[in-house]
């Protein structure tokens, strides 16, 4: 190998896995005798995390609430998480990296896992809206800018 060959960028996925999951139906059994369609929140987040050199975690956080009225249906908190390999990536496209590509990548994980534990819970599935990380991301750094200004 060349020493151009060696400091080529590499990107690796090292592993894809559910890091918590967690499902509540406070009022089961009765809340299956309910007709009424939920008011359902999505709330969405994700965190990075430097285990070693340049091995990082990128964990996607979601909850999901349904509601009936004031009434919990159900709740499901799950978190998806991927360990990614980072070789000679330039310092300022680590961040895009870790803040775009790799949820990018976590996220049909995330969906499937949220849709499939609502179905197992004995509700319709929840699908989850494709996101933009890239536009988060946008919104997260003019955000920096402004607080910085």
Known sequence: MTEAENNQPVFNIEKIY?????????????????????QIDIQLSSQTALIEGDVYEVTIINTVTAKLGEKVMFL????????????????QDIEPVLLVMCPNILFPYLRELVSSTAVRAGFAPVVLNPVNFDMLYQQHKQEQLATTH
Not at 76 to 91: C, S, V
């Open 76 to 91: 499901i908190e799950a978190k998806q998480a991927g360990i990614f390999r980072l070789t000679n990536i330039p310092e």
């Open 18 to 38: 559910v890091k918590d999951l967690s499902l509540e139906i406070p009022h089961a059994p009765n809340i299956f005798l309910e007709r009424e369609g939920p």
